[in-house]
Structure formats: structure tokens, C-alpha cells
């Protein structure tokens, strides 16, 4: 079975600077995507980039990023020039490739931004 | 409008009384799961389906039933419902296929066991 750990219960962070989050992930497996979902007060899962594995280049969704170590079962965000609707709950997830679209959750990481 | 749509969004119940919770989407996915998120813990998959007629356990099934009659709809049912299922529940929707996979949720419905 896979396991996600998000070790930040609560991050903060100034306006306008850069946080990164961070999610390590324990699995046997070779071929899978991970995944970061936010979730602002209003509680909808909103997904904000994904990872193939398979994919040695980090994805990039405009000030997100990631920096996907996959030696390490390391997957981290980073979010650049943080803004005021940044701040949410941070989800990181893990998909094993061909098994179902299951989902692991790590136990997320809440974000405020502050002004 | 693509979307997943749950109802109700909010239920505050009592022990015993069973109650149904519906999901429906509208992009023809294949696959549709619930998940329960509680504090600490994440989101974990209750019940999954690949397609009609075809479901299967999550990672936390007990206490839960779920039904694929049709392709757009995956109703969560508590026959009994218990306060250590009180909880935020999510209903999710994809498509089967490699590298078009990212799951879409639902609004979520809190659900308050007394």
C-alpha cells in the first residue's frame, strides 16, 4: 500500500514572497502520478498540477511548480509570488498507474497568506 | 457546464436513520469514487466504480453501500449511520484512460451523525 506524509500541519507566508510545501511518499512502484489539489474555504478539491512519473521534467502550472525527486519519493510545491487567494488547505496525492484511479491523500498542509 | 454535482450539501442526522447521499456527473466518465475527509487524515477512498455495474472497496468501506445503475450517477448510502461517520464527504469523477485521469470533485456534503 502506498503512504503520502505531508509534514506541515501550517505554513504561512508573506504576500508576494515564496513558500514551498512539502510531500514525501513511500511506494514500490515504478510507473504512477502525483498530484497537488488545493482546498480554499469554500472546500472544493481544486487540482493544481500533476506529475507523471515517468516525466524527468518538473511540472509547471504559471506560479506553481514542483520539484519531483523520484529517488528521494519527493514532491514538493512551490508556489511563487504568493497572492491573498493562495491561501488553502494543500493536498498532495498519489496515483499507482494502471490499477484504478485511486487516489492516496496525504493529511495536507494548511497555507495562509498573509497581507 | 462539466461538473459534479452532490445533494445534499449539508445533513445533520441521528443514529440508525439511513440516509442516501446522490452524486452526478455530467462529462460521461467512466470511473466515479467517494472519499470522506477528516481532520489530520486527508481524504480517504470509501468506494470506487469503473463503470456500470461494477464497484469496489476503498481503503474505508465499512458502514457504507454504494450503487452504478446508471453512468452519470454513484449514490453513497449509510443504511445505519453512526457518529464516528459524521464527516466531509467528496464524490469524484474521471476518465479511464492514461494521462487523462485527474479526478474532479464534487462540492462536498457535510454530514453530521448525532
Known amino acids: 500500500a502506498q503512504t503520502v506524509t505531508q509534514s506541515q500541519p501550517e505554513m504561512s507566508v508573506q504576500e508576494a514572497e515564496t513558500v514551498t510545501l512539502s510531500c514525501t511518499y513511500d511506494?514500490?512502484?515504478?510507473?504512477?502520478?502525483l498530484f497537488w489539489y488545493k482546498q480554499p474555504p469554500s472546500r472544493q478539491m481544486i487540482l493544481v498540477i500533476r506529475?507523471?512519473?515517468?516525466?524527468?521534467q518538473n511540472a509547471t502550472e504559471n506560479r506553481f511548480s514542483v520539484n519531483f525527486q523520484k529517488a528521494a519519493k519527493s514532491f514538493s510545491l512551490k508556489i511563487s509570488d504568493s497572492q491573498l487567494g493562495d491561501t488553502a488547505m494543500y493536498f498532495c496525492?498519489?496515483?499507482?498507474?494502471?490499477?484504478?484511479?485511486?487516489?492516496?491523500f496525504g493529511g495536507g498542509t494548511r497555507l495562509m497568506v498573509k497581507p | 457546464e462539466a461538473q459534479v454535482t452532490q445533494n445534499p450539501r449539508y445533513l445533520i442526522t441521528v443514529t440508525g436513520k439511513k440516509l442516501t447521499v446522490t452524486c452526478s456527473q455530467n462529462?460521461?466518465?467512466?470511473?466515479m469514487s467517494w472519499y470522506r475527509q477528516d481532520p489530520g487524515l486527508g481524504l480517504r477512498q470509501i468506494y470506487y466504480?469503473?463503470?456500470?455495474?461494477?464497484?469496489d472497496k476503498g481503503d474505508v468501506p465499512e458502514g457504507y453501500k454504494v450503487s452504478r445503475k446508471e453512468k452519470r450517477n454513484f449514490p453513497l448510502i449509510l443504511e445505519s449511520p453512526s457518529p464516528n461517520q459524521t464527516s466531509l464527504y467528496f464524490c469524484?469523477?474521471?476518465?479511464?484512460?492514461?494521462?487523462?485521469?485527474?479526478?474532479?470533485f464534487g462540492p462536498g456534503t457535510r454530514l453530521t451523525v448525532l
Open positions: 506529475q507523471e512519473a515517468y516525466k524527468q
Open positions: 466504480s469503473m463503470n456500470v455495474e461494477v464497484t
Open positions: 496525492a498519489f496515483m499507482k498507474h494502471g490499477a484504478g484511479n485511486m487516489l492516496t
Open positions: 511506494t514500490s512502484e515504478n510507473n504512477y502520478y
Open positions: 462529462m460521461n466518465h467512466e470511473y
Open positions: 469524484a469523477s474521471s476518465l479511464y484512460q492514461v494521462g487523462r485521469n485527474e479526478q474532479f
